[in-house]
């Protein structure tokens, strides 16, 4: 892939606003490619809205529509593929996807994780980081791998809790972080600077942590 001119699948289920973040990157030249897709799941997601609004190709694949998890994989996989991606975004995209749709795509899928991951992996992660008495949460960027939230990280940004926060009132402090740390990250796997190898995340010449790389934003 030439520097800058990767090509980008994304994957939604609802809400969009990670969508909309890669939109804006993209828009500024700061996204070292573009997104030529985005999918989903529900046929109502409000980011499929987004992506037609800016002229994006959408594409719905109803699981409801779907006997078991591997038909509509096998249907998403090959909607994707149809794209030639060379790095599938997963932003808020609320599957688990099969071992067979996460190794055909190895290496070029990453998702965002509302979590200081390996931490709270799976749903509710806010509620559970303040059931826990965290001090800090945060979200963190990783290659998809077949366990849920299990994929080794490539950047992580911590967001402290403060005093009086609820599930709501973090996760709408952590969303804006997301949307920097997101294209960034996304920026690192287009370019090749970080890849996903045997050992694990590679960046140049280190393996990277399990969460991945501790980054804040400017
Ligand atoms: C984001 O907070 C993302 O981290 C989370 O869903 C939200 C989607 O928001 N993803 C997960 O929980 C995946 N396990 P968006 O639709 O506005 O981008």
């Known amino acids: 892939m030439k520097e800058g001119s990767g090509r980008l699948a994304l ?3 609802g809400r969009g606003s990670n969508l909309g973040a890669f939109l804006r990157a993209q828009q500024a030249g700061e996204l070292r490619g573009s997104v030529e897709v985005v999918i989903s799941n529900r046929p109502e997601a409000a980011g499929l809205r987004i992506a037609q609004d800016a002229g994006i190709a959408t594409a719905v694949v109803d699981h409801t529509l779907y006997e078991s998890r591997e038909a509509f994989d096998q249907v998403l996989a090959e909607k994707v593929a149809q ?5 599938i975004v997963l932003a808020g995209f609320m599957r688990i996807l099969t071992t067979h749709f996460v190794n055909r795509f190895r290496g070029q899928l990453i998702n965002i994780h509302p979590s200081l991951l390996p931490k709270y992996r799976g749903l509710n992660t806010h509620q559970r980081a303040l059931d826990a008495g965290e001090h800090e949460s945060g979200a963190t960027v990783h ?9 080794p990280g490539i950047l992580q940004t911590p967001v402290p809790i403060e005093q009086g926060d609820t599930a ?11 949307h920097k ?5 996304a920026n ?5 600077q970080v890849s996903l190898k045997a050992q694990g995340v590679v960046w140049g010449d ?3 942590p399990a969460g ?4 804040r934003p400017n």
Request: aromatic residues 14%; glycine residues 8%; charged residues 20%.
């Open 206 to 208: 280190e393996i990277l």
């Open 168 to 178: 709501a009132t973090l996760a709408s402090r952590v969303l804006p972080f997301e």
């Open 143 to 151: 290659f998809v791998t077949p366990g849920l939230d299990e994929g």
């Open 188 to 192: 690192l796997v287009l370019t090749g």
């Open 83 to 87: 794209f030639k991606p060379d790095v």
């Open 212 to 215: 991945g790389r501790l980054w």
């Open 11 to 13: 994957l939604l289920s």
């Open 181 to 185: 740390l997101y294209p960034y990250a």
